[in-house]
């Protein structure tokens, strides 16, 4: 019989140290808890998902980003002055729309 902070020796009988406390119990008497933390892992499948997904949401921003840049570009520069944009902000304007894509 093991105690948690004693010493029990079974040839004589004697305990010594914590073994007179009422609220110590032997080993044997506890009921032992544990925790894991196991966050799944996406397996073949998923990781394959999650690369489709990626390069979808890539080619939508590339697409986003051609479109608007194209569709800047094609306008004049009263047509710009009258939106309030110069030519030097349409790639900053185009990046804005593939970002927000």
Do not use: C, K, N, W
């Not at 079974?10 to 080993?27: C, N, S």
């Not at 030519?87 to 593939?98: C, G, Q, T, V």
Request: net charge positive.
């Amino acid at each position: 019989m093991a105690l948690v902070g004693a010493r029990f020796d079974h040839q004589i009988g004697v305990t010594t140290g914590h073994a007179a406390r009422p609220d110590i119990q032997p080993i044997e008497d506890r009921q032992m808890a544990f925790a894991t933390d196991i966050t799944p892992r996406p397996g073949f499948f998923g990781r394959l998902a999650a690369l489709r997904d990626g390069m979808a949401r890539r080619r939508a921003r590339a697409q986003a980003y051609a479109r608007t840049y194209d569709e800047l570009q094609s306008l004049s520069e009263r047509e710009l002055a009258d939106l309030g944009i110069s030519r030097a902000m349409i790639r900053d304007i185009a990046e804005r729309a593939a970002r927000e894509a």
